[in-house]
Each structure stands twice: as structure tokens, then as C-alpha cells.
């Protein structure tokens, strides 16, 4: 009758850490199911509207800087003609200085010039050529290096001033990506990128051939449909900056006593 007994009370005394575990994991799963609920009150947590509301917040932030530069140059402008009306310098000062404001940027400037203009490839981009392996998703995107090798080229064909999107470059401005957009001067743009200079435009156009990391940028033009446009003007005009033109840099933490 032992032996009987245990046997038949073995399998009870086996099961019942079973019977606990799944009243566990049930208990565990309601739990969530409630954390769940009240974390998202009824609503869809897979939803993207978090990162719609930050691309919306992004967008609105870009123009208030665009219509804060707007008035910063404006008030800029009107300091710098009060300022004139008295300031005792001679002609030949006031010559100087119209050309340090024309070199620095802050000037509007006319000429012949060119626009260069890159662009993502299209959706779904495959090979176009033989021989050459699909693209991955960095191949078919527009990168910082290939603005900033438009920028360099075209300074080094002897541009007079640069403009990328709607705001003028000066010697502090940094051309940089994020994901793929740029953000220059405190203000989000996305493809296509319209980069204009004024300047000599066959001086300008030899300057972006010549240039090692456009050739490569036209091995990708050719192979996937990256975006690749130069057009010529006889006559352009970039705006002044109008943005701030103070710097600021870091300074060492004081110690403390």
C-alpha cells in the first residue's frame, strides 16, 4: 500500500510547482496588461505620432530661427546706417570697411555664377549598370562629405561667395547632416540641396570636376540615380548673412575651493 501510495502521490507533488508557475505567468501576464493600458490609456503605443510631433517641433523651431535671422539682419542694418551717419571716418576707411562686409558675407552679391543641385535617388533605386552590386540604403542618400565637397570645390574655383538653400555661407558656417537632413545655421533642410555660387562659371565648373570626392559622388550618379544638376546664370544674387556673427566657444571649468 506504500509503495502504491507513492506513486500516486508523487505525480500530484510533481505537478503542483506546475499548477504555481502558470498561475505566476498568468498573474504576470495581467500585470502587463494593465501596465500596458494605463501607459497608453486606450490608445495605439505603436503609433509613430511621438516622432511626428518631434519632426513638426523641429520644422517650427527652423522657422522661428529663419524669421528671428530675418529680423536680426533688418535691426543689423539699421545699427549699421545710424552708425555711418556720424562715425568720422574718412572715404577711404568707409571703402575699407564696405569691402570687409563684402568679403565677410554680410553684403548681398551679383554676378555670373553657377547652381549645383544633388538630390537622393529615386525610391526603389536598383543597379543601373552591369556589374555592379544593389545598393545598400547609405548608396541611394545624400551625405555631409558630398555637400561639403561641393562647398570646398567650389571655393577653391575662386567663388566669390556661396549660398546653400536660401542662406549665405560665411567663414563660421559648418555645413552638417543629420540622418538626411542638413542643418546649417540653426535651420532644418531636406533633399534636394541647391548649393549657388558667384563666380566665373567655367572656373567653377573645372573646380567640381577636378575634385576627387566628386568623382567618386559620380561613380554613385551613374551606378543608383543620386541626384547630380549644374546650372549656369549670367546673372545671380546671393543675400547677405543675416544671422549672428559672435563666437562662442568653451572655456575651462574655474575649481572651487
Given at each position: 500500500?506504500?509503495?502504491?501510495?507513492?506513486?500516486?502521490?508523487?505525480?500530484?507533488?510533481?505537478?503542483?510547482?506546475?499548477?504555481?508557475?502558470?498561475?505566476?505567468?498568468?498573474?504576470l501576464?495581467?500585470?502587463?496588461?494593465?501596465?500596458?493600458?494605463?501607459?497608453?490609456?486606450?490608445?495605439?503605443?505603436?503609433?509613430?505620432a511621438?516622432l511626428?510631433?518631434?519632426?513638426?517641433?523641429?520644422?517650427?523651431?527652423?522657422?522661428?530661427?529663419?524669421?528671428?535671422?530675418?529680423?536680426?539682419?533688418?535691426?543689423?542694418?539699421?545699427?549699421?546706417?545710424?552708425?555711418?551717419?556720424?562715425?568720422?571716418?574718412?572715404?577711404?576707411e568707409?571703402?575699407?570697411?564696405?569691402?570687409?562686409?563684402?568679403?565677410?558675407?554680410?553684403?548681398?552679391?551679383?554676378?555670373?555664377?553657377?547652381?549645383?543641385t544633388?538630390?537622393?535617388?529615386?525610391?526603389?533605386?536598383?543597379?543601373?549598370?552591369?556589374n555592379?552590386?544593389?545598393?545598400?540604403?547609405?548608396?541611394?542618400?545624400?551625405?555631409?562629405?558630398?555637400?561639403?565637397?561641393?562647398?570646398?570645390?567650389?571655393?577653391?574655383?575662386?567663388?566669390?561667395g556661396?549660398?546653400?538653400?536660401?542662406?549665405?555661407?560665411?567663414?563660421?558656417?559648418?555645413?552638417r547632416?543629420?540622418?538626411?537632413?542638413?542643418?546649417?545655421?540653426?535651420?532644418?533642410?531636406?533633399?534636394?540641396?541647391?548649393?549657388?555660387?558667384?563666380?566665373?562659371?567655367?572656373?567653377?565648373?573645372?573646380?567640381?570636376?577636378?575634385?576627387?570626392?566628386?568623382?567618386?559622388?559620380?561613380?554613385?550618379?551613374?551606378?543608383?540615380?543620386?541626384?547630380?544638376?549644374?546650372?549656369?546664370?549670367?546673372?545671380?544674387?546671393?543675400?547677405?548673412?543675416?544671422?549672428?556673427?559672435?563666437?562662442h566657444?568653451?572655456?575651462?571649468?574655474?575649481?572651487?575651493?
Amino acid at each position: 500500500m506504500r509503495d502504491s501510495d507513492d506513486s500516486s502521490a508523487g505525480p500530484r507533488r510533481r505537478a503542483r510547482p506546475v499548477r504555481l508557475l502558470t498561475a505566476a505567468v498568468f498573474a504576470l501576464a495581467g500585470l502587463i496588461f494593465v501596465t500596458s493600458f494605463n501607459t497608453s490609456k486606450g490608445t495605439n503605443i505603436r503609433t509613430d505620432a511621438s516622432l511626428l510631433r518631434l519632426s513638426d517641433l523641429i520644422q517650427e523651431r527652423s522657422q522661428n530661427n529663419a524669421a528671428l535671422e530675418q529680423s536680426t539682419g533688418a535691426v543689423r542694418r539699421r545699427v549699421d546706417t545710424l552708425a555711418e551717419r556720424d562715425d568720422g571716418r574718412t572715404r577711404a576707411e568707409d571703402a575699407r570697411m564696405a569691402a570687409l562686409r563684402k568679403a565677410s558675407g554680410t553684403e548681398e552679391l551679383s554676378g555670373k555664377g553657377l547652381t549645383v543641385t544633388l538630390d537622393d535617388a529615386p525610391p526603389g533605386a536598383t543597379a543601373r549598370i552591369p556589374n555592379v552590386p544593389e545598393p545598400q540604403p547609405n548608396d541611394l542618400v545624400i551625405h555631409q562629405q558630398d555637400l561639403q565637397a561641393v562647398v570646398n570645390a567650389l571655393w577653391r574655383g575662386g567663388a566669390q561667395g556661396i549660398q546653400v538653400m536660401d542662406q549665405r555661407l560665411i567663414s563660421t558656417s559648418a555645413v552638417r547632416c543629420v540622418g538626411n537632413t542638413l542643418i546649417l545655421q540653426g535651420r532644418v533642410y531636406s533633399p534636394p540641396y541647391k548649393i549657388s555660387a558667384v563666380g566665373d562659371p567655367g572656373a567653377l565648373r573645372k573646380a567640381l570636376a577636378a575634385s576627387p570626392a566628386l568623382q567618386n559622388y559620380q561613380l554613385y550618379v551613374n551606378a543608383y540615380g543620386l541626384g547630380w544638376k549644374v546650372d549656369e546664370h549670367k546673372a545671380l544674387t546671393l543675400p547677405g548673412y543675416s544671422g549672428t556673427v559672435d563666437l562662442h566657444y568653451a572655456k575651462p571649468v574655474e575649481p572651487t575651493a
